[in-house]
């Protein structure tokens, strides 16, 4: 009752002019009233330190989120697979399980690293035709290494927030099968006088132990790591969660021996050890340095994937009758040292709740991407997380890491797991250390955590406040 009726003092003051601000309603201003309310759009909800940065109606939410299955590559279930026919199961399930016209989208953006930039955005743009968008449909792809997928999201979402158009999909994309990790043609000589620009060439690999060597990241951290990761993943495939994020991809898979074709439609992550021990993972060898600690076994998979989120304004998703999945807050890109790129979540994550009006301990999950257990502990232990806020369903070392796709992955990842867990999970948070040295993060809210009005909160006027001094 109280909060109904503290709803309908919300509302009133909507109704009075600004200049009455001093006035308490019900009182006169020689009583000693309870502090007015007040309304706005940067009004703190059960946050005191939340900040509400839009009108309601014009709020960036997600109203689908899926992923393909992430499988090996070279020897997984895509092995064989089109980059483009990644991709378009994707962009026609967010379309038609929302039943939104797709000449209504006003642009798809994909993240994607490996594949050659003007071949890969013509296999894109195909892409979105076998999935049924018209013509009069753009698309663009977008790099920026690891963060490509969740980078697409922030551009659909910061575009939407402009008013380029009200509706966008940022999604992602990588057949790390047909996209060699290589680098192409010879290297500017003045790298060389540039340490920075000279670390930006180091294989990740070495990153990896330099974080680690560092900042005292043992190998047994790191194996304990990857053992979880490779845990919460089977538990999460083997009690159906996974399910309502996945799109099952119809494809086929050759026999490298007779060249024969088997038509398979493939449904789940193929990458996830089950029976993963602490014991097997420390019979492994160091990978990038003799007397190294980063390993096959706490390294994050190269993988073929793809993924797509819808977003659009508020105000559309209502007019529509969508189910809001979640609500896009906010979005960090930071740099650090390229030595150790993959400190970069433990900056970006600070920016980008810092930017939503938060502190750490709001946030109720982390997606943070895995891609190495030495830079993904010591971003856990630098901020000081909860372990069990992290990854709950797994990370990168047991689904896999397909570079462009891992941020659209991760949204899709999260918010179906906010959604689960309901109103004991609002805030959720995605980030990830980028090549050549940055960090990118973003933060989303539960889809109903929200109304227009439950983030209103008591405040006091100024003319109140000097009214207590004297």
Known sequence: MEKAINRQRVLLEHLRPSSSSSFVYGTDSSSSPSPPIAASACAAGDSAAYHRTSVFGDDVVIVAAYRTPICKAKRGGFKDTYADDLLAPVLKAVIEKTNVNPSEVGDIVVGTVLGPGSQRATECRMAAFYAGFPETVPIRTVNRQCSSGLQAVADVAAAIRAGFYDIGIGAGLESMTSSPLAW???????????????????????????VAHRFGVTRQEQDQAAVESHQRAAAATASGKFKDEIIPVPTKIVDPKTGDEKPVTISIDDGIRPNARFSDLAKLKPVFKKDGSTTAGNSSQVSDGAGAVLLMKRSIAVQKGLPILGVFRTFAAVGVDPAIMGVGPAAAIPAAVKAAGLE?????????????ASQFVYCRNKLELDPEKINVNGGAIALGHP?????????????HEMKRRGKDCRFGVISMCIGSGMGAAAVFERGDAVDDLCNARVVQSNSLLSKDAQ
């Not at 010879?186 to 340490?195: A, G, T």
């Not at 750490?360 to 190495?372: G, M, R, V």
């Not at 570079?403 to 918010?415: K, N, P, S």
Request: aromatic content about 6%; overall charge negative; charged content about 20%.
């Open 360 to 372: 750490l301990d709001d946030i109720d999950l982390f997606e943070i991407n895995e891609a190495f």
């Open 403 to 415: 570079l462009g796709a891992t941020g659209a992955r991760c949204v899709a990842t999260l918010l």
């Open 184 to 210: 192409e043609g010879s290297v500017n000589p003045k790298v060389k006088i540039f340490e920075q620009a000279q670390n930006c060439l180091l294989p990740m690999g070495i990153t990896s132990e330099n």
